[in-house]
């Protein structure tokens, strides 16, 4: 099989159909090991797996959350990502399913085609048409004041945002519906994730404004190319390490080694390694001055992030309220304040990921079930030494979260699942600061074939986009990217309050 030929991304110019649109040319998942599909992670009894899921699954939910050193935002980052380049609807419900047949609803690329869709031409109900230059600014929805019974209803700044573009834009037909109109759903899945999709239209309207002259194609690049040079000058040496991402870089070992080979997602990565996020999501948070843990009881807990998005209904409300807009400040550095840290990349999870409330099902159990049911993932183990790595010795799994399980379950000791065991390997063996071995070098191998395989991503073509301020030349951050769109506050759809911290204070 050749090599795809260059391609437009996913959006379609005026002499173009679209070549890459997340509908017309979906992606594959794949195995990065296919040798150890035959020594999936099981006990051999479809009941004892269960069982041991279930309570190692139950385990890792009970154990108390510990301060990580990463930045709270990475986690959300790290979410939108996944959502920009993963996307299997298959339910947890199913068996193990043929890899050849499962189709990647996403582009396996880093080309936020869950921000642009199919294009302008695809799409044209995400974008604003612009009598200068076609189509090209995004569609950005208005939020609104709550009222005076909500927490600081009445405060003159959460009333002076009302009507103000920060909410996703919105199908409010007056009959309950708050579907957003995106590029993918999921990004309204929660409020971080929801208005960081929403800072990254305004981020795209910014360079728009920025670069006057430049086409739709050339502003859609420059977003793009900054977009990962974030995540390869901040998101991946923070969950992976210098180290890792540098030998991903120059001398790959495991994934696309095979020039041949078109580009795919490794189930290893995404139904394991890539799920470290789990782990570092927090109990409660500082939202914002009006939600944050000292603001009264339950203002800042992790849970309401679920009920202010579309699905969640916003308490009645058909927009997103003003007084929920984030205080970036809290989430990412670089912007004047030391933001709150995520947890810990370990394998305790926060009791608030119950699936369904504080009764349902621990998200860690669904994450075990989809392992060994759903992709029959191999022990990390074997994992370990397919990649020439020691193994964590029976002491290392049986302490911390989870470690009375595999302390009952001495099979666990010599056959972990392959998720807990990226988690427990980042616990062992740095402290929960980021990835180990197995997981970190799964990681940036990914992110860094991805890149080396897109003939437009910024490794490719570094010189095809023009180059935004910052604060370290040949550098590009969250930071760099928030103040850039702050600069434009007052201009077009840049709120005049800015994107960084509206509320104040």
């Not at 782990?279 to 807990?301: C, E, L, Q, T």
């Not at 020691?390 to 009952?408: I, S, Y």
Request: glycine fraction near 10%; charge should be negative; charged fraction near 20%.
């Amino acid at each position: 099989m050749k090599p795809s030929p260059p391609t437009n991304h996913g959006y379609a110019t005026a002499d173009a159909t679209p070549v890459r649109s997340h509908v017309a040319r979906a992606g594959r998942f794949g195995l990065l090991f296919p040798e150890l599909a035959g020594v999936p992670w099981t006990t051999g009894s479809p009941a004892l797996d269960e069982q041991i899921s279930h309570e190692l699954g139950a385990s890792m939910h009970a154990q108390p959350d510990t301060p990580g050193t990463i930045p709270a935002g990475f986690t959300y980052l790290g979410q939108f990502v996944d959502h920009d380049i993963t996307f299997d609807p298959t339910s947890l419900g199913e068996n193990a399913v043929d890899v050849a047949d499962l189709v990647n609803f996403r582009t396996p690329a880093l080309d936020l085609d869950s921000l642009y869709g199919g294009g302008p031409r695809d799409q044209p109900f995400l974008y604003a048409r612009e009598a200068d230059n076609g189509r090209r600014r995004f569609l950005i929805g208005p939020a609104m004041q709550p009222g005076a019974p909500a927490p600081d209803g009445n405060d003159a700044q959460v009333i002076a945002l009302d009507g103000q573009p920060y909410d996703l834009p919105r199908a409010c037909d007056g009959a309950g519906n708050r579907t957003a109109i995106i590029g993918d759903r999921r990004n309204d899945e929660n409020l971080i994730v929801a208005q960081l999709h929403r800072t990254l239209l305004h981020f795209h309207n910014a360079v728009a404004l920025h670069f006057p002259d430049l086409p739709f194609e050339a502003v859609r690049t420059t977003v793009i190319h900054h977009y990962q040079r974030i995540l390869l000058d901040e998101f991946l040496p923070l969950v992976v390490g210098a180290d890792a991402l540098d030998a991903a870089l120059t001398a790959p070992r495991f994934y696309l080694t095979d020039p041949t080979r078109e580009p795919f997602i490794p189930l290893e990565f995404s139904g394991a390694a890539y799920r470290f996020g789990h782990s570092m999501v927090r109990s409660d948070y500082v939202f914002n001055r009006v939600f944050n843990p000292a603001a009264g009881p339950g203002r800042g807990d992790f849970q309401l992030a679920f009920t202010f998005t579309g699905d969640g209904g916003f308490f009645g409300l058909p927009r997103y309220p003003t007084n929920w807009l984030l205080d970036w400040r809290q989430f990412f550095p670089g912007l004047g304040v030391a933001p709150q840290p995520a947890m810990a990349i370990d394998a305790s999870l926060s009791p608030r990921l119950l699936i369904g409330g504080p009764n349902g099902a621990p998200l860690a159990r669904l994450n075990l079930i989809r392992g060994f049911r759903h992709y029959r993932l191999p022990p990390g183990q074997a994992v370990a030494a397919r990649m020439g790595l020691p193994a964590l010795t029976p002491d290392q799994l049986q302490t911390g979260a989870g470690g009375d399980v595999v302390t009952r379950f001495p099979s666990l000791q010599r056959s972990t699942p392959l998720w807990f065991y990226v988690l427990k390997e980042a616990e062992a063996l740095t402290g929960g600061a980021r990835l180990g071995p197995v997981g970190g070098t799964i990681v940036a191998e990914v992110f860094a074939g991805l890149l080396r395989r897109d003939p437009e991503s910024v490794l490719v073509q570094p010189q095809a986009a023009p180059r935004l301020p910052s604060d370290a030349p040949g550098r590009f951050t969250m930071a760099d990217l928030l103040r850039f769109v702050e600069s434009k506050k007052g201009q077009g759809d840049i709120p005049a309050a800015g994107v960084i911290n509206p509320l104040g204070g």
